[in-house]
Nanobody, 121 residues
Framework: VQLQASGGGLVQAGGSLRLSCAAS????????MGWYRQAPGKQRELVAA???????NYADSVKGRFTLSRDNAKNTVYLQMNSLKPEDTAVYYC????????????????WGQGTQVTVSS
């Protein structure tokens, strides 16, 4: 499984960005896919995940601002980020794996390259 992430950039607080994660095969219905982020000096944290059956998980810090969606035909997952805050600044990584691998204390098997999101105040 190969994951290609894109869409990061620099945006002012209150702005929006959309991240994309394209998978190499038709895995969206088989795996949980999600986005993690890691800010300097902080641990990697799960931002949002979508499970094979279509249910979602969001970190409390992004609920109501970030929306995860998927396009099965394009094997792509999107993270729409609105009302961005400086504290959202981080390297964002897309990941895929079993549902269990997204639970606390574990990490998914498959990772895309990181994409930098910088939110200026």
């Amino acid at each position: 499984v190969q994951l290609q992430a894109s869409g990061g950039g620099l945006v002012q607080a209150g702005g929006s960005l959309r991240l994309s994660c394209a998978a190499s095969g038709s895995i969206l219905r088989l795996y949980t896919m999600g986005w993690y982020r890691q800010a300097p000096g902080k641990q990697r944290e799960l931002v949002a995940a979508i499970h094979g059956g279509g249910s979602f998980n969001y970190a409390d810090s992004v609920k109501g601002r970030f929306t995860l969606s998927r396009d099965n035909a394009k094997n792509t997952v999107y993270l729409q980020m609105n009302s961005l805050k400086p504290e959202d600044t981080a390297v964002y990584y897309c990941a895929a794996g079993s549902l269990e691998s997204f639970r606390p204390g574990r990490l998914p098997n498959y990772w895309g390259q990181g994409t930098q999101v910088t939110v200026s105040s």
